[in-house]
T-cell receptor, first 112, second 114 residues
Framework: DQQVKQNSPSLSVQEGRISILNCDYTNSMFDYFLWYKKYPAEGPTFLISISSIKDKNEDGRFTVFLNKSAKHLSLHIVPSQPGDSAVYFCAASVAGGFKTIFGAGTRLFVKA | EPEVTQTPSHQVTQMGQEVILRCVPISNHLYFYWYRQILGQKVEFLVSFYNNEISEKSEIFDDQFSVERPDGSNFTLKIRSTKLEDSAMYFC????????????FGDGTRLSIL
């Protein structure tokens, strides 16, 4: 079951530069997408979300872009900070549904 | 900020034994979830629970698994006869509304089956 895919297991970025994390999905019924951040020994923490009626949502340094025709979304972090180093999970759900499908995660390293 | 709390943080159990993982969701939340993450793999949905019944479950959630809300605060996951492959991090989550809301996760229980 690979409905949500994060093809890059890791990403290394210099502090102050942009981090771009990518996610693809296969289920066209998904209409709500989220990014979670996870530190070791902690549960996932919600970061930002986007509904399928939008193509962009911004919250401070974090912006999520959604391309429905390509079934692709991305998370941009600008500027990246060392504290952003974590595993980032892309997730998706269906309106009125009861489950969220997660990708495999991308480990982000932000170097000082 | 209210938190989802899970106990214990680490559970070690002999294969074949029953185990109960406990969660206290955020108090005004109505929807509850269990996920698991096998080491190095993705977070996998197990089950969702609303109004004292299962709303949806995955193929992983077979007859060996059950969930219960025994009182107004706790939400438990029981594995009846544990197998080696049940070793994983188990995360509880809750939302006020359906899955189309960010889920609040606990810090997980690491289950080790020997």
């Amino acid at each position: 079951d690979q409905q949500v895919k994060q093809n890059s297991p890791s990403l290394s970025v210099q502090e102050g530069r942009i981090s771009i994390l990518n996610c693809d999905y296969t289920n066209s019924m998904f209409d709500y997408f989220l990014w979670y951040k996870k530190y070791p020994a902690e549960g996932p923490t919600f970061l930002i979300s986007i509904s399928s009626i939008k193509d962009k949502n911004e919250d401070g340094r974090f912006t999520v872009f959604l391309n429905k025709s390509a079934k692709h979304l991305s998370l941009h972090i600008v500027p990246s900070q060392p504290g952003d180093s974590a595993v980032y999970f892309c997730a998706a759900s269906v309106a009125g549904g009861f489950k969220t499908i997660f990708g495999a995660g991308t480990r982000l390293f932000v170097k000082a | 900020e209210p938190e989802v709390t899970q106990t214990p943080s680490h559970q070690v159990t002999q294969m074949g034994q029953e185990v109960i993982l406990r969660c206290v969701p955020i108090s005004n939340h109505l929807y509850f979830y269990w996920y698991r993450q096998i080491l190095g793999q993705k977070v996998e949905f197990l089950v969702s629970f609303y109004n004292n019944e299962i709303s949806e479950k995955s193929e992983i959630f077979d007859d060996q698994f059950s969930v219960e809300r025994p009182d107004g605060s706790n939400f438990t996951l029981k594995i009846r006869s544990t197998k080696l492959e049940d070793s994983a991090m188990y995360f509880c989550a809750s939302t006020q509304d359906t899955a189309n809301q960010p889920q609040h996760f606990g810090d997980g229980t690491r289950l080790s089956i020997l």
